[in-house]
């Protein structure tokens, strides 16, 4: 008589599973630079500056401006920012609730010439790249905040003001501060950094020579190769709470 075993393996359950949406049509401010912000004030600045260059006799139209620039734009979100063009990609369905904490967003680069270089623009949870537009300090830069690093052989540390924050990237919009979990309709916006598309703001960080002139020592958005060269940029949301990393969604920024 022969016994015959069977042996059952428990099989993992699946990760998750994420459905996305993606447009590139657009355009939001650019709430990451206060220099390409202006303050709302009832007049345009030449009124304030004189000719645009900062040459007026009248301080106290000059002070009037630097003192609403600071309170709008350098201390709040309250001014009005030049806008750039920007991709977005929107959460349609997620197939079971998984905490924002849990989920590193990624932003990958690789170029191939004149070797292959590999490089992580920006790595961070959702809960700390969250930006609540329009909201009075809707922005996030706590300890854990993630910062810029470098696209490829494009490094944008190293010029520009403050342009180390996420921000710069892009950032996640949750709809509503108090949820905790990834639900349809949050958004990732991700700026698309043209060349020359904005222009500098008067303030008093930077110098005159640079007011009304192409927005150029600043680093915006993700370069335009990435949504030009197939392959070489990628967006990735990975669960860390699973039983391993999960990579939940994978968006080639190209098809953006």
């Known amino acids: 008589m022969a016994l015959i075993y069977m042996i059952r393996f428990p099989m993992p359950n699946p990760p998750p599973t994420v459905s996305f949406a993606s447009v590139n049509d657009a355009r939001y401010p650019v709430w990451g630079d206060p220099t390409d912000c202006y303050p709302n004030l009832p007049h345009n600045p030449n009124y304030y500056l004189g000719n645009g260059t900062g040459n007026t006799t009248d301080t106290n139209r000059w002070d009037t401006y630097m ?3 600071n309170d709008d734009c350098e201390n709040g979100e309250n001014g009005t920012y030049n806008l750039m063009d920007a991709a977005r990609i929107t959460i349609t369905s997620v197939s079971q609730a998984i905490p924002l904490s849990g989920i590193e967003f990624q932003f990958t680069c690789v170029n191939t010439t004149p070797s292959y270089d590999r490089t992580i623009l920006v790595s961070g949870y959702l809960n700390n790249m969250e930006w609540e537009p329009g909201a009075p300090n809707g922005e996030n830069f706590t300890s854990s905040a993630p910062t810029l690093g470098t696209c490829a052989s494009y490094d944008p540390k ?9 921000n710069r990237l892009g950032f996640f919009d949750p709809l509503n ?11 990732l916006v991700i700026y698309i950094h043209t060349p020359n598309s904005i222009y500098e703001a008067p303030n008093p ?21 990435c949504f030009t060269v197939p ?3 990628s967006i990735q949301l990975v669960d860390t709470d699973w039983n391993y990393p999960a990579v939940i969604l994978n968006a080639p920024v190209y098809m953006l």
Do not use: R
């Open 177 to 187: 501060p108090n949820l905790m979990d990834l639900a349809p309709g949050m958004t």
């Open 158 to 166: 190293g010029s520009g003001a403050n342009s180390v924050y996420y």
């Open 67 to 69: 003192t609403a620039w």
């Open 205 to 225: 960080i930077e110098p005159e020579s640079t007011w009304n002139q192409p927005d150029a020592d600043d680093y915006h958005g993700a370069p335009l190769w």
């Open 231 to 233: 392959g070489s940029c």
